[in-house]
């Protein structure tokens, strides 16, 4: 996810060291706040749960301070190239349009590319925690896709 010369649609390190300082000041608010855009409940109309919102937050919480620290060095900064360039089995990438936590252009629309026969379904709208917000759809997605 870290832009580079190699990917240049990807996002300044000064992004992730901003998520770094956030866990580190105030852990508990930060996955607070953060709730909101990964469910996408601060867009218009938005009908996600406070219980959603609160289950997200315990589950950050649940995580020791230098685990997501070192989580956050490996979601942004390990270039996964290579690992999907080796994929030789049926793919399914699945990312919404309107996530706010992983840009699509640097994410699916470029992994599908990578990965030899990949298909790419992207949801209009739907936000980075789809598997809860679109439950209903990735699984009529998933089921034919494992069938077939």
């Known amino acids: ?3 580079t010369e190699a990917n240049p649609a990807g996002l300044p390190i000064e992004a992730f060291d901003g998520i770094r300082a956030g866990v580190l000041a105030d852990r508990s608010q930060f996955f607070k706040d953060l709730s909101a855009q990964f469910y996408g409940a601060n867009r218009k109309d938005s ?3 406070q219980g959603l919102r609160d289950s ?3 589950q950050g919480m649940q995580g020791g301070f230098n685990a ?3 989580c956050i ?3 942004s900064e390990t270039d996964q ?3 999907l360039e080796k994929f030789d089995v049926p793919t399914l990438i699945i990312q919404g349009d309107d996530d706010q936590i992983v840009p699509i252009r640097a994410a699916s ?6 990965v030899k026969g990949s298909i790419l379904k992207v949801y209009p709208g739907a936000p980075h925690g789809l598997c809860s917000t679109h439950k209903d759809q990735v ?3 998933l089921l034919p896709f494992i069938n077939a």
């Open 68 to 70: 997501l620290y070192d």
């Open 139 to 141: 699984n009529a997605d």
């Open 56 to 58: 997200f937050w315990l």
């Open 109 to 114: 629309l470029l992994s599908s590319k990578i």
């Open 1 to 3: 996810m870290l832009k």
């Open 81 to 83: 190239t290579e690992d």
């Open 73 to 75: 060095k490996a979601f």
């Open 47 to 49: 009908k996600v749960s």
